[in-house]
């Protein structure tokens, strides 16, 4: 029989399959249980061919937590074109959509967003305003408020971090196990952001 052989990657592969297998781990196991040499051994290379990507096990998980903050755009984004309305309640709509698909990627996703949002994630306030990342989409939605006449402009500066502290701490609880039943969690989401929706606008 012929011998088996290790699986072979053109330039740049490799880091792609080193992410998607350190994702696997993640997502079943948590972040902790990431290690270089086992990822490398699961991908079928040796553990020098993957320092050539990343230099440690940190640089391999804060590249996996990019990743979730990419995904976690891009269902932002998503839900947003989902929502309806017109005028104000157009507003308040892609606003709440904002929030929902980011609570609901926590809960999809828990041991990626522990990940995204622990010692070895990103820190995504201090970016470029043109990237489509989550705290530029929220910044998008709450900007759009303002437009509406819903948000006061008196309550616009720092918001993000106001919003985003509000949604996150729900979401940590839900995780928790605080809130067992999806239409808990549901009806606790739309209390959070109506509660801060009428505290955006309580300056207008």
Known sequence: MPKSRKRSYHHGDLAAALLEAARAVVAESGWEAVSLRGVARTVGVSANASYRHFSDKAALLHAVAEVGFRELAERMLLVQSRAKGRGRAAAVAHFEATGRAYFEYALDNPEMFRLMFGPLGM???????????????????????????????????????????????????????????ARERKAALGQVLAFVVRGLAADS
């Not at 201090?126 to 910044?139: A, C, H, K, V």
């Not at 006061?152 to 979401?171: F, K, N, Y």
């Open 123 to 181: 820190d995504h306030s201090d970016q470029d305003p043109e990237e489509t990342t989550p705290y530029n989409i929220l910044g998008e939605a709450l900007d759009r408020l303002v437009d509406a006449g819903v948000c006061s402009i008196q309550s616009r500066p720092g918001a993000e971090l106001l919003v985003w502290t509000a949604v996150h701490g729900l979401c940590g609880l839900a995780l928790g196990g605080a809130m067992p039943g």
